[in-house]
């Protein structure tokens, strides 16, 4: 209930975060009147939608109270193997699915080695990226796939219009639809929250949590695959570095909706990444180099979380020590 | 006559429009171990937190050997004298005993990059074991030592700086089995011929009876008694009466009429799980409630969690209504129809940033969606409302997230769950821990509602409240169900059975 | 009676404690010596003193950048902007120079750019309590920017190396001055983590905060400088790799992530198993420096190396874990 827009606290900082909305598409219009033409607006929908469908998974982790350091390694694996599949000959439903499934299996990996065997969630994904970055390297050994890009259709995806926004924007808008609902209104959602807010209580109440906490790392690699689909579509290649760029834009998207609309969900994301991409839109619009875009969502997402941290903290303050399994932490207390 | 070792005057504190405490005055002789008594939100544990440094007081005196000071913060406490052990001390685990009691003060100089002398710090620990002689090898890590190891380090840590007079216990043996307990009051005892005086706070009476030489009861933000723990005894005087401020009569609820008993709801025989406990058995009936006494360390922990499906069964069985059932987790208990209402709520009964209705539904996830998974909000809502109502929910507000209620009702949050998972047995433990006195009354009475349709498990280490409030009782002791054949015991041989571990003859 | 007792426990304070398994303690010193012979054996060329000296100059820069992570990391938090930080000092060294100053004052302004990054990470972890991944991936993320932004998107020429390549490039017969220093420096170190309240108080913050801040030592000052540290020695290791390599790189930080997070993590499966600490770290940069020499030697490719790098780390993280959970359980509460 406390989730749903009609209540006096949520819908508060949804006015606010509005607000912040018009104000900086103002200044930005003031500044560039471009930002406002519906080609930028077309261009700033697309480009949000490979960040947001990032960090859709991402939400699901953070809400469990993880961390995934893995699905931008995860992304550019599975780019490689869509795109050898494609220049194999291999038509569109059965390159993408494959993909889609390296990033289920690798989320999985992740999933039981954090959940069942209780390692730490940061350092391993660390290490699972990793071994995800390098294995994107073996299909060509490095070298750049491009082969029936043109002829398979994955371009398509970019290019294709649906009421005049771009396929992945629809897309997009859709996912977190259907995602919105699942997390608010079945009790799979509920059964996520549960999990992540008292482990305890869930596990007392019967919800089956490392299942959820699994299920939750699994979305995460399979949301980065989606994202990096669109990175594929738009490039037309398969590069070995394809997903790299994923995980900044996600944190940012995840963590400044927290902080901006109180607490971790599907909305504040959604919110979180437009305001992101709108803000990096602007910038570049107003000649700001690529190279500063990094540093410029770096320092929103530290803005936001400074100015709004006291959620925050509460949300992640058991996240601690990560070396240590957790009843190491218990021992301390008499 | 020497001065006390601490005075304190005409202590008020006001937090906002509340008075917190109003013209408090205490005194704390030399040597001395007194008890402090009051249920929560009575001032106890404000006076104690303006004593040691954390509060600062708005009016009154505070005297420390005849010489009045002023605390601003922790630090100053220590300085003049006052220490303070939390119930939960923070101790490094990995850390030895001695490493623990020294921290902070290793070096000559305090600082950053001092020298560490191991060698002198166990010299210093044995000139501190010296002045309090107590059995305990300090070379062991924190990790490696049980509860009342932890509790006595803390208390060697707050001692170590040579010049405490006052020591604040706050809680101490909550986490104690009673062997535990012996040594701690051991330890005291050498405390006491120290010269060291102890403020003692417990909720626990009989300790209070055992160790203390006087005490004072905390009611409303005042003191209202204050005598030797002689006299109390000599006047057969109640402190739980003392700390309500009314007779305790009416706490308990009635117990069970013969005829209202009716069938078996829950049969177990010869439970057994390898060193926790073993061959419990008992017949569960509706209408009645039944009472497990177990202190710390009995097993009785244990055996609720086993009947709840979260800890594996070796042998023996469980049935409901007649049917056999083996849960190994509680997803499947759940299934079967037993519900724990769980000892530490906060921690493992409720989601708390949620509302009401997600916490209630959340053990029923089935019945509060449909086929696909979605959730029927509108019948939560009303389930919700219902069950609100019935339980008296104050206030009955379901939107709120339930960190915003009181203990009790947090409880009763947590009842509603079970009886939204239509529970047919409910197992209760420690149903009342941090429950005002007050609001006790209301959860025994719900209990007793509670077993007119299903079965109902109370198990706690108060043995009052499980003589009081069950129908039949037995006691847990080792792991060992000590129960005579009639199942009725007078409340002096329940206490003797978990306290022993033997059935006396009264 | 009393008197007993007290000479009893005294006695047990002087009783000697057996050491912790020494094998448990020291595996991966022997690793490394076991990799040594491995590869000498197919490669000889891998002990050649050129290749010794190649092998210590790498390991040395290596270990000046994550001699502040370890203690950051032994102290329970995480820094992911290390990396990054490297880079900036990096940058700004290669910046200045190529702006015409000398080697002195653009040496000081790489390393204090370091310092400034890391007290701005201690600021937002150690003052304002801000979850430490959050905040370095935002921080890491500007000063990658930053470092990027002064080279324009491309690196920078370094037309003398100075004083600071002597450094880096003499040797001592097969040993690089370089790495004498570290070493000194190293030793150092190893004196203020064991014999000094310094790396005591750390360990004591990683288990508990609230302990260790009750004892009147302040956690937040600790951490403090723990950050500046750890970024000034990142930001000095991009400085002398500006020498070592005559060229500012601004994406010189990202294949020192992930070593640099192995090494120090896998280092806590040593002397204290599960505590990163100071002589883990260097034995671990050893195996990782010779795992590289001995496997380009070999022929591998570089992905192959780090697939077999984050293996090694999952490894590692997997082992230490069992390791902390077994001792804790063989010694649980009564």
Known sequence: MTRSLVLPAGSGRFIA????????????????PRFLSTQNISAVTRHMAANGLAALGLTLVVIVRKFDLSFAGTACFAAMTIGYLIALGQPLWISIPAGILVGAVIGAFNGVAISYFRLPDIVTTIATGSIAA????????????FQNFMTSGILDLNDARVFGYSLSFVFLLGLYAVAWFFMHRTRYGASFYATGENPVAAYYSGVPIKHYTMLAFVACGMTSVFAVLLILAESGTADTNEGANLLMPAYAGVFLGTALLGRTSVLATLAGTFLITMLLDGFSLLGIPFYYSDGVVSAILLAGVVFFDARLRDLLGDIGTYLQPRSAKKETRA | MAAPALRARAISKRFGPVNALSDVDFVLETGEVHALLGVNGAGKSTFIKILSG?????EGVIEVGGEAIDCRDPKDAIRHGIATVQQHPELVADFSGYENIFLGREAMRPGLFSRIERGDLSKRAGALLKRFPVDIDLSKTIAEMSAVEREIVAILQALAGDHIRVLILDEPTSTLTEVEKTILFRLIDTLRQGGISVLYITHRLEEVMEIADRLSVFRGG??????????????NLSLAELMLGETLDHVFPPKAEPDAIGEEVLVVRDLTAGNSFANIGFALRRGEILGIFGLVGSGADEFAKALFGAIPVESGSIAIRGRPIAPRSPREALKEGIFLVPGDRRVEGLALTETSVFNITLANL????????????TGNRRASTEFATRLALSPPNLSMPVSGFSGGNQQKIVVAKGLFAEADVYIFVEPTVGVDIGARAKLYGLMRELSRSAGVIVMSSDCDEVHGIADRTFALYKGRQISPPDGLQTRNRLLMAGIMGELSRD | MTDVIAHRSVARLDAHRPKKGLVSRYWLLVTLVFMVAVFAFLRPQLVDSSNIATILRSSALTAIMILGLTWVIAAGKIDVSFMHVAALGNMTTAYLLAGGHGWLVAGLAG??????????NGLFVAVMRIQPLIVTIATGGICASIAAALGKGTSIRIADPGPLGDLIFTNIGPVPVIAIAVAVLYAASWYAQEKLTFGHYIFATAQSEAAVDQAGVSVRNLLMVLFVFSGVMSALAGVLLAASLSSGQPMIGSSYFIDGLTAVLLGGMMVRIGKPNVLGTTTAILILAVLVSGSALLGWADYQRQIIKGILLLIG??????AVRTHHSQHPEA
């Open chain 1, 17 to 32: 975060f509005l607000l912040l909305v018009v104000v900086v598409a103002t200044a930005f219009t003031l500044a560039e």
């Open chain 1, 134 to 145: 390098g294995l994107a390297f073996v299909y060509s050994n490095g070298r750049t796939i």
């Open chain 2, 54 to 58: 954390i509060y600062r007081k708005d």
């Open chain 2, 222 to 235: 005042r003191m209202v008694a204050s005598m030797l723990v002689d006299e109390v005894r000599a006047r």
């Open chain 2, 366 to 377: 089935k019945r509060a969606s449909s086929a696909a998974g979605i959730l029927k909000r």
């Open chain 3, 111 to 120: 390393v204090s750019v370091g310092a400034i990054a890391g007290f701005f």
């Open chain 3, 317 to 322: 993280v997997a082992v230490a874990m069992r």
